[in-house]
Structures are given as structure tokens and as C-alpha cells.
């Protein structure tokens, strides 16, 4: 499994506000539950969940972890057998169970507030994405891992997805055809299927496969924005 990782796309991001609030939940959870053996679990889970954050998981060692929650890398592997071990528990304790329902809540919300017109609003999104990129892309790529590995875990996560993002996406863009705002002989799951193609597909390119290519972002993000608002424009626009 970690092997992957190096080869796994960030593709789904935390937004900045998100990733702040992932911050002081993890703080909370590792100041609340130092302590006694019964509570070591979630110590160490909680730890491992900042430090591959922070670092990384290949850059991450158990003794980095034990020492940082306190214990040692025999209470560690009391608890997670391997770090294999160890990193599954972070995604399916953490990642899974809250880091990634919170952050499509806030994609969510982000659709929800579109209101200052549909290539504002897709530059300013995008230009979150990206900035988010950075703040949790090890968490990120292990939760893509996790999705491609396991059946179980797609099947929710994609439920969740469906409710936090593809549904609040089609209502707007629905609207926005009601409005005479987008073009109306694709239907606005086409249209969605457009959208998520040319922002997944630039955040693939940008961080992933050329990430040392000359990227100018503002100019990529406008590009991106006109091209779907033009693409998706109605005849009479």
C-alpha cells in the first residue's frame, strides 16, 4: 500500500478554511486524549493523522509518531501491528470516518454560495482547490489509495459525494439553465460532467504529472473558467 502512494493523484482537496478546522481537530484530539492505556489508541492515531500531514507517510517513521504521542514504538505496534497497519486505521478511523465528510460539507456549502456569477464563482473555486492542494495532499492520496483498494469504502465515500457535490452541482447548474445562463440541449449532468473533467483534470496535470512544468495558475485558472462558461453558454449568450 505504500508503495502506491508515490503514484496516487491528489485529486480531491481541502479547502482552506477546512483545512484549518482539520487542524484544530486534530490539536483537540491529541490534547484531549493524552493519557492512560485505553486512551494510547486514538493518541497515536491522531498523531499519525498530523505528522502525515505534515510530512508525508514515506517521510513519517513510528518512532517520529511514538515519541510525538508520547509512548513508544512498542506501545505503537501493540496497538497498530505495522505501519501498514497503522495507516489504514488513519484512513478509516480519520480520513474516512470525518476529515473527508467534513471537507465535502464545505464543497458543498461552496456550491451553495454561488451568487456573484458562474465564472467568478469557477475562478474562485479552483483557485481554492489549488491553493488547498498543499495543505493535505498525503491524507488525500491515501484516501484516493483507499477508494481504488477498497469496494466497501468507494461505495460510501461515493454516496457522500454524490449528496455533497454532484447533486448541489446539477441543482446549480439546472438553475442557471432555468435562468437562460447555460445552454439547454445538454442536459446539466452533461454539463457537470464537463466541469468536473476540466478541473480534476487540470489539478492532475498541475500537481501530479508536470508539477515542475511552467504553470502560470492565474492565467490557467481564467483560461479554465472562460472556456467552460463558453463551452457551456447558451445559443442566444
Same mark, same amino acid.
Given at each position: 500500500m505504500l508503495s502506491d502512494l508515490n503514484y496516487i493523484a491528489n485529486t480531491i482537496s481541502f479547502s482552506n478554511d477546512q483545512a484549518t478546522a482539520i487542524q484544530l481537530l486534530m490539536s483537540e484530539r491529541s490534547s484531549a486524549r493524552r493519557g492512560p492505556a485505553p486512551t494510547k489508541h486514538l493518541d497515536i492515531l491522531w498523531t499519525a493523522v498530523e505528522l502525515f500531514g505534515r510530512q508525508g507517510v514515506g517521510q513519517t517513521t513510528t518512532r517520529q509518531i511514538a515519541a510525538a504521542a508520547n509512548t513508544t514504538e512498542r506501545t505503537l505496534f501493540k496497538h497498530f501491528a505495522s505501519k501498514d497497519?497503522?495507516?489504514? %486505521?488513519?484512513?478509516?478511523?480519520?480520513?474516512?470516518?470525518?476529515? %473527508?465528510?467534513?471537507?465535502?460539507?464545505?464543497?458543498?456549502?461552496?456550491?451553495?454560495?454561488?451568487? #456573484?456569477?458562474?465564472?467568478?464563482?469557477?475562478?474562485?473555486?479552483?483557485?481554492?482547490?489549488?491553493?488547498?492542494?498543499?495543505?493535505?495532499?498525503?491524507? @488525500?492520496?491515501?484516501?484516493?489509495?483507499?477508494?481504488?483498494? #477498497?469496494?466497501?469504502?468507494?461505495?460510501?465515500?461515493?454516496?457522500?459525494?454524490?449528496?455533497?457535490?454532484?447533486?448541489?452541482?446539477?441543482?446549480?447548474?439546472?438553475?442557471?439553465?432555468?435562468?437562460?445562463?447555460?445552454? @439547454?440541449?445538454? #442536459?446539466?449532468?452533461?454539463?457537470?460532467?464537463?466541469?468536473?473533467?476540466?478541473?480534476?483534470?487540470?489539478?492532475?496535470?498541475?500537481?501530479i504529472l508536470a508539477p515542475g512544468a511552467r504553470w502560470n495558475d492565474e492565467q490557467d485558472i481564467a483560461a479554465i473558467a472562460e472556456l467552460f462558461a463558453h463551452g457551456a453558454r447558451p445559443a442566444n449568450g
Open positions: 497497519r497503522l495507516v489504514e %486505521a488513519v484512513m478509516r478511523e480519520a480520513v474516512i470516518a470525518q476529515l %473527508a465528510p467534513a471537507s465535502l460539507n464545505a464543497l458543498r456549502q461552496a456550491i451553495g454560495e454561488a451568487q #456573484d456569477g458562474l465564472v467568478a464563482w469557477h475562478r474562485s473555486l479552483l483557485h481554492e482547490r489549488m491553493q488547498a492542494t498543499g495543505k493535505a495532499t498525503e491524507l @488525500t492520496r491515501l484516501l484516493l489509495v483507499e477508494l481504488l483498494r #477498497d469496494e466497501t469504502v468507494r461505495k460510501q465515500f461515493g454516496k457522500q459525494w454524490q449528496s455533497a457535490a454532484w447533486k448541489p452541482l446539477v441543482a446549480l447548474l439546472v438553475k442557471l439553465q432555468g435562468e437562460n445562463k447555460l445552454r @439547454t440541449d445538454l #442536459d446539466a449532468a452533461a454539463l457537470a460532467r464537463m466541469f468536473l473533467s476540466l478541473n480534476v483534470g487540470h489539478l492532475v496535470g498541475r500537481f
